[in-house]
C-alpha cells in the first residue's frame, strides 16, 4: 500500500544575474534563506516533526560542498537531529530532490520532507586538474566549474561533449527550428514574466534574500522584442548558426525550497497542499540531444498518471534553450498538448536558471498556476545536460473531484 503525496508549499528567492545582486551571498546562505523562510511561513509547525532535508545542486564544488542540505538545515537553525541529503542530477537536480521526497512518502518513510534547491553560479569556483606529481614542468589550465563540461575523461566520445550550446545548434538543425521562431520564443517569455510580476503572480512566494535589495528576478528585459534579439551575434557558431545571449537562458543564482509531505503533513504544517503529486517520469538519450529529453520523461509521467496531453491544463518547462524548449513544445503539441498552456508566467530565459534551484521553481509554479485558473492537472518539466529530462505531474486538490476538462485553461501563448 502506498501514501498519497502532496507539495504543501514553495518558495524561492528572485533570480540574479551572473555578478549581479546576488553574487556577494554564498550559495549555503542562499540555501538556508529560503529553508528558515520556509519553515516561517508555518508557524505552528514543530520543526522537529520535518523527517528530513533533501537539496538538489549542480556544481558542489564552492563553498556549497560537503552536502549543502545539511549545511542549510544547520545554518537556518533547524534542530540538529534532521537528517540532510543532496543530489545532483545538474539541471534537474531540486526536481529530482522532489521526486526522492515524495517516493520517500509514498513508501511511508517520511511524513514530512523539506526539499530545495541552490546555485550560485557567479561564486562558481574555477578548478585545477591534481597532478601525478608535485612541481610539474608544464602549464596547468584553469576551468571554470560556472556550467558545463569540465576536466572531461578523454574516452568520452566527443560528439557527446560539445558544448551546451553547441549541442542545441544541432538539436535545431535536427528539428527544424529557425532563429526566427527562437527570437520570437524569447521575446514572449520576457513579456509574460513581466506582465506576471506586474500582476502579483511572484509576490506571495518569492523572498527577498537579506542583505539586498533585489525583490524581482534581474534578468527580465520587458522591452525585449523579436526585432531586437534578432541584432544579437550567435554565440556559439559564427557562421549558421541561430543560438544567442538573448535566445537562451542566462547564468545566474538563486535558491528555492518546497514542503513534500504525507495527508498527515497538512496538521503538522497548519495548511492545505497546494496540489498531489501524481506521478514522474524520467528518461535519457544521447547526450548531446539532452534538450529533448523532457519529451520522453513527459511522456513517461503522463502514462503512468493515465492522463494524455488533452487532460493537461497548465505546463512549466524549464527553458534552458529556446531551440530545444521548442523542439519540445513542437512535439507535445503533435500528441495534443494546446501550447497555449505553456510557461503562461514567463520562463527561465527571462526569470533565470540558476540550475540546482530551477526544478522545484517549474514545480512550484505551475502548481500555483493551477489554483489560480481552476485547472486540474499540471505538469513540471526540465532538460538536463548529459542527455537527460524530467517531468513530474500534479492535480490541483480543490479541482481533483471535477473532470480534467472543467479547468479553467489560460490564453494562447
Given at each position: 500500500?502506498?501514501?498519497?503525496?502532496?507539495?504543501?508549499?514553495?518558495?524561492?528567492?528572485?533570480?540574479?544575474?551572473?555578478?549581479?545582486?546576488?553574487?556577494?551571498?554564498?550559495?549555503?546562505?542562499?540555501?538556508?534563506?529560503?529553508?528558515?523562510?520556509?519553515?516561517?511561513?508555518?508557524?505552528?509547525?514543530?520543526?522537529?516533526?520535518?523527517?528530513?532535508?533533501?537539496?538538489?545542486?549542480?556544481?558542489?564544488?564552492?563553498?556549497?560542498?560537503?552536502?549543502?542540505?545539511?549545511?542549510?538545515?544547520?545554518?537556518?537553525?533547524?534542530?540538529?537531529?534532521?537528517?540532510?541529503?543532496?543530489?545532483?542530477?545538474?539541471?534537474?537536480?531540486?526536481?529530482?530532490?522532489?521526486?526522492?521526497a515524495?517516493?520517500?512518502?509514498?513508501?511511508?518513510?517520511?511524513?514530512?520532507?523539506?526539499?530545495?534547491?541552490?546555485?550560485?553560479?557567479?561564486?562558481?569556483?574555477?578548478?585545477?586538474?591534481?597532478t601525478?606529481?608535485?612541481?610539474?614542468?608544464?602549464?596547468?589550465?584553469?576551468?571554470?566549474?560556472?556550467?558545463?563540461?569540465?576536466?572531461?575523461?578523454?574516452?568520452?566520445?566527443?560528439r557527446?561533449?560539445?558544448?551546451?550550446?553547441?549541442a542545441?545548434?544541432?538539436?535545431?538543425?535536427?528539428h527544424?527550428?529557425?532563429?526566427?521562431?527562437?527570437?520570437?520564443?524569447?521575446?514572449?517569455?520576457?513579456?509574460?514574466?513581466?506582465?506576471?510580476?506586474?500582476?502579483?503572480?511572484?509576490?506571495?512566494?518569492?523572498?527577498?534574500?537579506?542583505?539586498?535589495?533585489?525583490?524581482?528576478?534581474?534578468?527580465?528585459?520587458?522591452?525585449?522584442?523579436?526585432e531586437?534579439?534578432?541584432?544579437l551575434?550567435?554565440?556559439?557558431?559564427?557562421?549558421?548558426?541561430?543560438?544567442?545571449?538573448?535566445?537562451?537562458?542566462?547564468?545566474?543564482?538563486?535558491?528555492?525550497?518546497?514542503?513534500?509531505?504525507?495527508?498527515?503533513?497538512?496538521?503538522?504544517?497548519?495548511?492545505?497542499?497546494l496540489?498531489?503529486?501524481?506521478?514522474?517520469?524520467?528518461?535519457?538519450?544521447?547526450?548531446?540531444?539532452?534538450?529533448?529529453?523532457?519529451?520522453?520523461?513527459?511522456?513517461?509521467?503522463?502514462?503512468?498518471?493515465?492522463?494524455?496531453?488533452?487532460?493537461?491544463?497548465?505546463?512549466?518547462?524549464?527553458?534552458?534553450?529556446?531551440?530545444?524548449?521548442?523542439?519540445?513544445?513542437?512535439?507535445?503539441?503533435?500528441?495534443?498538448?494546446?501550447?497555449?498552456?505553456?510557461?503562461?508566467?514567463?520562463?527561465?530565459?527571462?526569470?533565470?536558471?540558476?540550475?540546482?534551484?530551477?526544478?522545484?521553481?517549474?514545480?512550484?509554479?505551475?502548481?500555483?498556476?493551477?489554483a489560480?485558473?481552476?485547472?486540474?492537472?499540471?505538469?513540471?518539466?526540465?532538460?538536463?545536460?548529459?542527455?537527460?529530462?524530467?517531468?513530474?505531474?500534479?492535480?490541483?486538490?480543490?479541482?481533483?473531484?471535477?473532470?480534467?476538462?472543467?479547468?479553467?485553461?489560460?490564453?494562447?501563448?
Open positions: 500500500m502506498t501514501t498519497d503525496t502532496y507539495l504543501y508549499d514553495a518558495v524561492r528567492t528572485p533570480f540574479g544575474r551572473f555578478g549581479g545582486a546576488l553574487a556577494g551571498t554564498r550559495p549555503d546562505d542562499l540555501a538556508a534563506h529560503v529553508v528558515r523562510a520556509l519553515v516561517d511561513r508555518s508557524p505552528g509547525l514543530d520543526p522537529e516533526r520535518i523527517d528530513a532535508v533533501t537539496f538538489g545542486n549542480a556544481n558542489g564544488a564552492g563553498e556549497e560542498n560537503r552536502n549543502v542540505a545539511r549545511m542549510a538545515t544547520l545554518l537556518a537553525g533547524l534542530p540538529v537531529s534532521i537528517p540532510g541529503s543532496t543530489v545532483n542530477r545538474l539541471c534537474g537536480s531540486s526536481l529530482d530532490a522532489a521526486m526522492v515524495s517516493r520517500q512518502v509514498m513508501a511511508g518513510d517520511a511524513d514530512l520532507v523539506l526539499v530545495g534547491g541552490v546555485e550560485s553560479m557567479s561564486r562558481a569556483p574555477w578548478v585545477l586538474p591534481k601525478s606529481k608535485p612541481y610539474p614542468a608544464h602549464n596547468l589550465t584553469a576551468e571554470s566549474t560556472a556550467l558545463g563540461w569540465r576536466l572531461v575523461n578523454p574516452r568520452m566520445p566527443g557527446w561533449t560539445v558544448s551546451l550550446g553547441e542545441t545548434e544541432q538539436l535545431a538543425e535536427l527544424g527550428v529557425s532563429r526566427e521562431r527562437q527570437d520570437a520564443f524569447a521575446a514572449e517569455s520576457h513579456r509574460l514574466a513581466a506582465a506576471a510580476w506586474d500582476e502579483g503572480r511572484y509576490a506571495d512566494h518569492v523572498v527577498t534574500v537579506p542583505g539586498t535589495d533585489l525583490e524581482r528576478d534581474e534578468g527580465i528585459r520587458p522591452g525585449s522584442t523579436p531586437t534579439l534578432a541584432g551575434k550567435t554565440v556559439f557558431r559564427t557562421e549558421g548558426g541561430t543560438v544567442t545571449a538573448g535566445n537562451a537562458s542566462p547564468l545566474n543564482d538563486g535558491a528555492s525550497a518546497a514542503f513534500v509531505g504525507s495527508e498527515r503533513a497538512a496538521e503538522l504544517l497548519g495548511r492545505d497542499p496540489a498531489q503529486i501524481v506521478s514522474r517520469g524520467e528518461a535519457a538519450n544521447e547526450p548531446q540531444y539532452f534538450g529533448y529529453a523532457p519529451v520522453a520523461a513527459a511522456e513517461q509521467a503522463l502514462r503512468r498518471a493515465g492522463l494524455t496531453w488533452s487532460d493537461i491544463d497548465a505546463v512549466e518547462l524549464n527553458e534552458a534553450f529556446a531551440a530545444q524548449s521548442l523542439a519540445c513544445l513542437d512535439a507535445w503539441e503533435r500528441d495534443g498538448l494546446d501550447v497555449g498552456v505553456v510557461n503562461r508566467w514567463g520562463g527561465a530565459i527571462a526569470i533565470g536558471h540558476p540550475l540546482g534551484a530551477s526544478g522545484l521553481r517549474v514545480l512550484g509554479t505551475v502548481a500555483r498556476r493551477l489560480a485558473t481552476g485547472g486540474r492537472y499540471g505538469l513540471a518539466g526540465i532538460c538536463i545536460g548529459v542527455g537527460q529530462g524530467l517531468a513530474v505531474v500534479v492535480e490541483n486538490v480543490a479541482s481533483a473531484g471535477t473532470t480534467a476538462t472543467t479547468g479553467t485553461r489560460e490564453g494562447a501563448r
